[in-house]
């Protein structure tokens, strides 16, 4: 951001903020009963840049639940952690077209299509418990506290609510295993997924998530190496093109910046070497994504230029 786009952002934010404080479609996803729980109508939008400005505007500080975004997290770790090999023998890189939930894998690899999809998340979640034991939770929350700038914690109740309800992603652990794209027991690999999912943050902590990402892995404030740099190339990629599950060859083309998308009602956005971007609305469309949030990544990608292939 040079000095004349900062009095822009100011300006553009609240402005987005008000035209779509009346979209009230969509609604909470109940299939996680804890998740029904939230206030439905909150709305916050945040920007961080790399080189180290914020800005926000409504319910930014308001906590709710990482949700799918972390999948983007956990597999940037497990690159660095594991190596890319051992992750690309585990899960895909192709946008599977299907719902996040889906109980289907590449029938030629016969390994998950991607690791933004539930199937490839919980494999991920498996080849980091391999690698780091028991202490594979501390781990990670530990990670994305330092992308973030301070402590998270994990909601209790919704870990408990997941862990209880999966009934789903139990069988896609299973079907994992019995394809190889997991090794060991499926108990850990699921445990830390719902556990990853149940990561408290703000729109304001996913910011500054997104701006460690788009500085190539280096948190603007601390100066700290969070994440990889070929780590963040790769995963960059991914959210690019599998971001935001059956919507995601849609989000490419209208707004055109890496993202990923969460049931708890938040969006994660990069544009890579300028800023982190956020939005929370937990009223959700059919395929699980943010009603609000995908409006306001329109107004914003075309207001601010920040598709990839924009002109200017
Ligand atoms: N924990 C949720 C699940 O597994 C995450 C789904 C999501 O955010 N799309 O169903």
Redesign the pocket.
């Known amino acids: 951001t040079t000095e004349t786009e900062r009095p822009e952002i100011e300006r553009i934010l609240p402005r987005i903020h008000a035209r779509y404080t009346p979209l009230r479609d969509g609604q909470l ?1 109940d ?2 009963p804890e998740l029904a729980r939230m206030e439905p109508d909150s709305f916050g939008i945040a920007i961080a840049t790399a080189e180290g400005h914020q800005f926000s505007v409504g319910d930014a500080e308001r906590p709710f639940t990482i ?3 972390s999948k983007a997290l956990t597999f940037c770790m497990a690159l660095e952690l594991a190596g890319a090999a051992a992750v690309r023998a585990r899960v895909g890189v192709e946008p599977s077209g299907d719902a ?2 889906a109980i289907e894998f590449d029938p030629v690899t016969r390994r998950p299509y991607n690791p933004m999809v ?1 199937a490839g ?1 919980i494999a991920i979640s498996g080849l980091l418990h391999e690698v780091l034991g028991d202490a594979a939770f501390e781990t990670v929350l530990d990670r994305f506290s330092q992308a973030a700038g301070r402590r998270l914690a994990m909601d209790e109740a919704v870990y408990r609510s ?1 862990a209880e309800t ?1 009934h ?2 139990r069988a896609i652990a299973h079907l994992l295993l019995s394809a190889g794209a997991l090794t060991g027991p499926v108990e850990p690999a699921l445990d830390l ?2 556990r990853q ?2 990561i408290l943050v703000t729109a304001t902590d996913l910011a500054r998530i997104g701006a460690t990402m788009g500085h190539l892995g280096e948190q603007p404030w601390s100066g700290r190496q969070v994440f990889e740099v070929s780590a963040v190339r790769d995963t960059l990629s991914v959210m690019f093109s599998c971001g935001v ?1 059956d919507y995601s060859g849609n989000w490419a083309h209208d707004v055109g910046v890496p993202a990923k ?4 009602g938040g969006i994660l956005g990069v544009v890579s070497r300028q800023l982190g971007l956020a939005t929370f609305s937990p009223r959700l469309d059919a395929r ?1 994504n943010s009603v609000r949030g995908l409006a306001v990544f329109k107004s914003l990608a075309a207001e601010l230029g920040l598709h990839v292939f924009d002109a200017t």
């Open positions: 996803a299939y996680i949700q799918s975004i996040f939930n539930n998340a997941e999966g789903r992603n997924y719902f999912c149940s599950y998308s969460g049931v708890g699980g």
